[in-house]
């Protein structure tokens, strides 16, 4: 019996899969993706698609844009209808019809005639009408984008393209009009695995929602910049709109994960595994400064928690732990013939809490496996940045934060 290649296997054994299909035109010549999962989402996808659709023909002729329309069977009435109008309105752009039927009005008429005057290639999968809902106990952002991406994987993977690219975008993120190309010249040396398009929350008109975002947003900067003063290979932000990578590194990590939250974190650790994240600064794109309480965290949460008073000042990591951090790094890049017991002695001497957090973490036991048999320095490397991960790195950071290190203000984290 023939082996089935490894994107075969992927395909059969770990996408998304049936039921859902994707809906579009043509699929001849298509060199990269951009997948948009989008929830209840009517009044800022057609925005989004819009300023996608600014973006020169040469770069749109070869772009298809993957829309999964999403939501669980218990979605609220006013949701499941919102979705309906979306994938109708979809349909009709995709047909070239007319929107006289919908009565769009103001910005959603305006951003509909832009995207019909435009050579967009766009695309939807139906993952809201009865009996395609994504799964109550695993659906969510994640399930959307796997849904997606995993598509654009499918199309893709006999491109004769390269780079053939799989971007990740949001329904409410507004990007530039040199966004597809921008991002594909960045790919272009073959050199890159994976990159993140640098950001900038879109700016509310109301004050204290514009005081809350820009708040959040240095916060985030915060967290990279600290990571990047450690040396830390996990230096980067963890946007789901800003990702974007190659068939080869999604299928080499087998694909976006499934999380209700925080997919892109997780999705992007592993990708920072399989080779460097590199940062575009190129081009751009807006995410949307908008309060949501459908996930436990992100902007949406953090500018509504800073609102609503349960967490007005956003305090900031302590910079002695990214000094810890910078220090422990540094240790274990000069260290990897010493034992154990004598590293952590030395983890000791930059901090106790360091030490503390190491021995509950079961370095005693992992470092030895880690070594192995193993004397190259660069692989011996990369084996303990895959141990002490991006995950592993916040948890250091979390728990040194709880026992020894508290949240200060802005001015005392950045002075």
Same mark, same amino acid.
């Given at each position: 019996?023939?082996?089935?290649?490894?994107?075969? +296997?992927?395909? #059969?054994?770990?996408?998304?899969?049936? $039921?859902?299909?994707?809906?579009?035109?043509?699929?001849? #010549?298509?060199?990269?993706?951009?997948?948009?999962?989008?929830?209840?989402?009517?009044?800022?996808?057609?925005?989004?698609?819009?300023?996608?659709?600014?973006?020169?023909?040469?770069?749109?002729?070869?772009?298809?844009?993957?829309?999964?329309?999403?939501? /669980?069977?218990?979605?609220?009435?006013?949701?499941?209808?919102?979705?309906?109008?979306?994938?109708?309105?979809?349909? !009709?752009?995709?047909?070239?019809?007319?929107?006289?039927?919908?009565?769009?009005?103001? +910005?959603?008429?305006?951003?509909?005639?832009?995207?019909?005057?435009?050579?967009?290639?766009?695309?939807?999968?139906?993952?809201?009408?009865?009996?395609?809902?994504?799964?109550?106990?695993?659906?969510?952002?994640?399930?959307?984008?796997?849904?997606?991406?995993?598509?654009?994987?499918?199309?893709?993977? #006999?491109?004769?393209?390269?780079?053939?690219?799989?971007?990740?975008?949001?329904? @409410?993120?507004?990007?530039?009009?040199?966004?597809?190309?921008?991002?594909?010249?960045?790919?272009?040396?073959? /050199?890159?695995?994976?990159?993140?398009?640098?950001?900038?929350?879109? &700016?509310?008109?109301?004050?204290? &929602?514009?005081?809350?975002?820009?708040?959040?947003?240095?916060?985030?900067?915060?967290?990279?910049?600290?990571?990047?003063?450690?040396?830390?290979?996990?230096?980067?932000?963890?946007?789901?709109?800003?990702?974007?990578?190659?068939? +080869?590194?999604?299928?080499?990590?087998?694909? &976006?994960?499934?999380?209700?939250?925080?997919?892109?974190?997780?999705?992007?650790? /592993?990708?920072?595994?399989?080779?460097?994240?590199?940062?575009?600064?190129?081009?751009?794109?807006?995410?949307? !400064?908008?309060?949501?309480?459908?996930?436990?965290?992100?902007?949406?949460?953090?500018?509504?928690?800073?609102?609503?008073?349960?967490?007005? +000042?956003?305090?900031?990591?302590? $910079?002695?732990?990214?000094?810890?951090?910078?220090?422990?790094?540094?240790?274990?890049?000069?260290?990897?013939?010493?034992?154990?017991?004598?590293?952590?002695?030395? !983890?000791?001497?930059?901090?106790?809490?360091?030490?503390?957090?190491?021995?509950?973490?079961?370095?005693?036991?992992?470092?030895?496996?880690?070594?192995?048999?193993?004397? @190259?320095?660069?692989?011996?490397?990369?084996?303990?940045?895959?141990?002490?991960?991006?995950?592993?790195?916040?948890?250091?950071?979390?728990?040194?934060?709880?026992?020894?290190? $508290?949240?200060?203000?802005?001015?005392?984290?950045?002075?």
């Amino acid at each position: 019996m023939k082996k089935a290649s490894l994107p075969d +296997d992927y395909l #059969n054994h770990y996408a998304a899969g049936a $039921p859902w299909t994707l809906k579009a035109g043509n699929l001849e #010549n298509i060199g990269q993706v951009v997948v948009i999962p989008a929830y209840a989402e009517k009044e800022h996808l057609f925005a989004t698609l819009a300023s996608v659709a600014a973006n020169p023909d040469s770069s749109l002729e070869k772009t298809l844009i993957i829309c999964v329309i999403n939501n /669980k069977a218990e979605a609220t009435d006013a949701d499941k209808e919102n979705n309906a109008q979306t994938i109708a309105l979809l349909n !009709a752009l995709i047909h070239k019809n007319t929107f006289k039927n919908f009565a769009p009005a103001g +910005d959603l008429d305006r951003s509909l005639s832009c995207i019909a005057k435009r050579p967009i290639r766009l695309g939807f999968v139906d993952a809201s009408s009865p009996g395609l809902e994504i799964p109550s106990r695993t659906g969510g952002v994640g399930m959307a984008r796997k849904i997606g991406m995993d598509t654009a994987f499918s199309l893709l993977r #006999n491109s004769g393209d390269r780079p053939r690219l799989i971007f990740s975008l949001d329904a @409410d993120t507004l990007v530039q009009p040199d966004y597809l190309s921008s991002v594909r010249q960045a790919f272009s040396s073959g /050199k890159i695995g994976t990159g993140v398009v640098a950001y900038e929350h879109q &700016m509310p008109a109301d004050e204290t &929602m514009r005081r809350a975002i820009c708040r959040y947003e240095i916060f985030l900067r915060f967290w990279v910049l600290g990571l990047q003063f450690a040396r830390s290979p996990y230096a980067f932000h963890s946007i789901g709109s800003t990702m974007v990578t190659t068939t +080869d590194l999604y299928l080499a990590v087998r694909g &976006m994960n499934r999380r209700e939250a925080g997919e892109d974190f997780y999705f992007l650790n /592993k990708l920072a595994k399989a080779g460097s994240i590199h940062r575009i600064h190129e081009t751009r794109v807006y995410p949307s !400064a908008r309060i949501s309480t459908r996930v436990p965290f992100g902007t949406g949460a953090a500018v509504a928690k800073m609102l609503s008073g349960a967490s007005p +000042d956003l305090c900031f990591y302590d $910079p002695r732990i990214f000094m810890i951090l910078k220090d422990w790094i540094a240790l274990m890049m000069q260290s990897f013939h010493l034992s154990e017991n004598r590293i952590l002695s030395q !983890a000791r001497e930059i901090d106790p809490g360091l030490a503390d957090f190491l021995a509950a973490r079961g370095f005693l036991s992992v470092w030895p496996k880690i070594r192995g048999n193993l004397n @190259d320095q660069k692989t011996l490397e990369r084996q303990f940045h895959a141990w002490f991960d991006g995950f592993e790195t916040l948890k250091l950071v979390n728990y040194l934060t709880k026992e020894f290190y $508290p949240r200060v203000n802005l001015f005392c984290a950045v002075q």
